[in-house]
């Protein structure tokens, strides 16, 4: 038998597969031909890929379905892996968008990582929201933070949602969002994306899995990526904490046409290329001179430069 599917749990050399829409989970394995074909990447087949497969008889635990094929995507999360700086990790593909979820405490935002995570987005064509969580932890004491926060990154286009689990505050609006479509939720570790995913939809523990990743592979799941259908419509797919995250095949000229802002006014550069660093006439250091571009991006958009150098 062969088919069309959707890879919803990726546990390293062992998959979870549904068909969707319909949710019904079966093991798989991956032909070895296709992981040497994805070589320069640590996963050649990430959450959110659409594969073909085959299957003999039933599947089951004993009797996993082989992935034959990778159908190509439309997009893709992809980061430079920690520690092999030459090879990258997709995150998952085939999204329809991505919130990043960030705390301005608990633990405090690092917003060259999120800038980071948003140009890849950029990159890749799929609309990201930022969700800003736990604010009932810090609204009383921060709210001018709050808002600062709000204005540079509203102001480069990208909707902010603020969010309590505690109190209920922005889920109701999330979990409307997410309805039909394929949603990437990432973040660094500790800001509470597994608590957000269960005030989305209580029914979910982030934590377990429907099909036993330790029956599939033993003790060895320290890197566990996975889809979750929500009851009130739509798929989010869970990360784990992410602790760096490196660009991945953009030259240092190109980095600018991913900050909104940045390519909003580049035309106007005296210099085409412009680095927007020392050249004379560049628009961009007049746009942050006049304070309509932040600050804090434009320090990110140095970072990567320095980055997009230290790996050549």
Not at 10 to 32: C, D, I, K, T, Y
Not at 116 to 126: A, K, M, N, S, W
Not at 225 to 246: A, H, K, T, W
Not at 303 to 309: H, K, S, T, V
Request: charged share 20%; proline share 6%; with cysteine.
């Amino acid at each position: 038998m062969t088919g069309e599917a959707t890879v919803v749990k990726n546990a390293g050399s062992h998959f979870v597969l549904s068909e969707l829409p319909v949710w019904q989970l079966f093991p798989a394995v991956l032909r070895g031909k296709i992981r040497l074909r994805g070589s320069a990447v640590t996963n050649p087949v990430a959450v959110g890929d659409r594969v073909r497969y085959e299957l003999e008889g039933e599947p089951g635990p004993e009797n996993p379905a082989t992935i034959t094929e990778i159908i190509p995507r439309k997009n893709y999360v992809i980061r430079r892996s920690t520690n092999l700086s030459r090879q990258a990790h997709v995150i998952a593909a085939n999204l329809d968008r991505a919130y990043i979820i960030v705390s301005l405490y608990f633990p405090e935002v690092k917003l060259p990582f999120l800038d980071r995570i948003l140009v890849t987005c950029e990159v890749y064509g799929i609309p990201a929201t930022i969700v800003l969580a736990k604010t009932d932890l810090y609204r009383a004491e921060a709210q001018e933070q709050i808002d600062a926060f709000r204005r540079i990154y509203e102001g480069t286009g990208y909707p902010v949602i603020e969010t309590s689990v505690k109190t209920g505050e922005g889920i109701a609006a999330i979990r409307e969002a997410c309805k039909g479509n394929v949603n990437l939720f990432s973040g660094e570790s500790g800001v509470g994306k597994s608590s957000l995913i269960k005030a989305l939809d209580p029914s979910l523990n982030p934590k377990i899995g429907q099909i036993s990743v330790a029956h599939l592979q033993g003790k060895h799941t320290t890197s566990l990526y996975e889809m979750y259908p929500l009851s009130s419509g739509g798929y989010v797919i869970d990360s784990p904490g992410l602790r760096g995250f490196g660009l991945i095949d953009l030259e240092k000229e190109e980095i600018g046409k991913y900050f909104p802002e940045m390519l909003a006014v580049a035309d106007h550069c005296r210099f085409v290329p412009c680095t927007h660093t020392h050249e004379p006439g560049c628009a961009v250091k007049a746009a942050l001179e006049a304070g309509t571009i932040s600050p804090e991006r434009y320090t990110s958009y140095l970072g990567m430069l320095e980055e997009d150098q230290k790996f050549r």
